[in-house]
């Protein structure tokens, strides 16, 4: 059976109707209640689209699929897509058989999608035969919904996985910046965003050779691969981005939280000790807040807080005046 994540028929209405999506959600919550819990939230989001005059399946049909079309529970999905990011191969033994699995992300310019692939296939990962900008052609592939609500495509033994397509041109993999309501649980991307608030910075220690945390014991502190060590310092930095969509909350770890806040996380310290925790968030305001920045990451769940966060891997601090046009442009 074909079903439709509620994000994307909500996504669905906003685009065809205007209405913002606390509007649509209230038309939903309306309907639940008026149903006395007859159907469930999807149910009635399917209902609210339908009496809105939203088709939700008038994109589908045969032959090769927009990435942004495709619904979980599809079969013989044919997609075609540029690969953007692939991921190393896991094995694993199940029924006393040894197998392994991999997975590429593809986009074709305005979507993008997790394709799973087992076995044979998964050497062409290691080959180097798909590899990031790499142009693919899946035939005959299920589309599912994964733990974290995402659609992602598996490819069966009848499945077809063609390399470098001829006649398919796809935009270049390079992916713009998202906005930060189109994040995706678990799906590396990037953000164009003002820092509106600063977080006081936390600090742990870290072995001097691998930069992973130690922990303390009687003997000192302890690093899992280099035993006792001399610690050195190491920063977290908590955010507030806010882009004009929405606004989340982000986190960096060591150098990358040391760029962000300007300063080394033994300098932090130092003001932190010397001149107080006042002095030190002004550092940081004077150097961060209000910025304009490019950060690439991922949204994860955090679940001890019950939030999702955004993990920064990397920032860039002075973003070409050509991105951020590009992103005002887009609204």
């Not at 590429?104 to 080959?127: A, F, M």
């Not at 968030?281 to 990451?297: A, N, P, S, W």
């Amino acid at each position: 059976m074909l079903q439709i994540p509620i994000k994307d028929i909500i996504d669905k209405i906003r685009e065809e109707t205007g209405l913002s999506e606390e509007e649509i959600q209230n038309h939903i919550k309306s309907k639940l209640q008026s149903l006395d819990g007859l159907v469930s939230e999807e149910g009635a989001a399917y209902i609210v689209a339908s009496e809105l005059g939203v088709s939700l399946f008038k994109d589908i049909g045969s032959g090769t699929l927009k990435i942004k079309n495709i619904l979980a529970g599809m079969n013989n999905v044919e997609v075609v897509g540029r690969v953007i990011r692939t991921r190393k191969p896991i094995t694993f033994v199940k029924d006393n058989r040894k197998s392994e699995v991999a997975s590429i992300l593809i986009g074709d310019g305005e979507s993008t999608i997790r394709v799973v692939i087992w076995d044979n296939r998964v050497d062409w990962i290691k080959d180097g035969k798909i590899r990031e900008g790499t142009i693919v052609k899946i035939k005959d592939a299920y589309a599912k919904e994964n733990p974290y609500g995402n659609k992602e495509l598996h490819l069966s033994k009848r499945s077809k996985l063609i390399l470098d397509p001829e006649g398919v041109d796809l935009p270049d993999p390079q992916s713009p910046s998202k906005k930060i309501n189109e994040l995706v649980l678990q799906e590396k991307s990037k953000i164009l965003a003002t820092v509106v608030k600063i977080f006081r910075p936390r600090f742990y220690s870290t072995c001097p050779n691998c930069n992973k945390k130690v922990s303390q014991t009687e003997d000192g502190a302890m690093c899992s691969e280099h035993k006792i060590v001399d610690p050195t310092p190491a920063m977290v930095l908590n955010l507030i981005f806010d882009d004009g969509t929405e606004t989340i909350r982000a986190v960096a770890f060591g150098a990358v939280a040391e760029r962000l806040a300007g300063l080394k996380a033994d300098e932090a310290q130092e003001i932190l000790t010397k001149d107080g925790e006042v002095h030190l968030h002004e550092r940081l305001d004077d150097f961060l807040l209000g910025r304009t920045i490019e950060v690439e990451g991922r949204l994860n769940e955090n679940k001890a807080f019950e939030r999702k966060e955004f993990q920064i891997f990397k920032s860039i601090l002075n973003p070409n005046p050509r991105i951020i046009a590009l992103n005002l442009l887009r609204g």
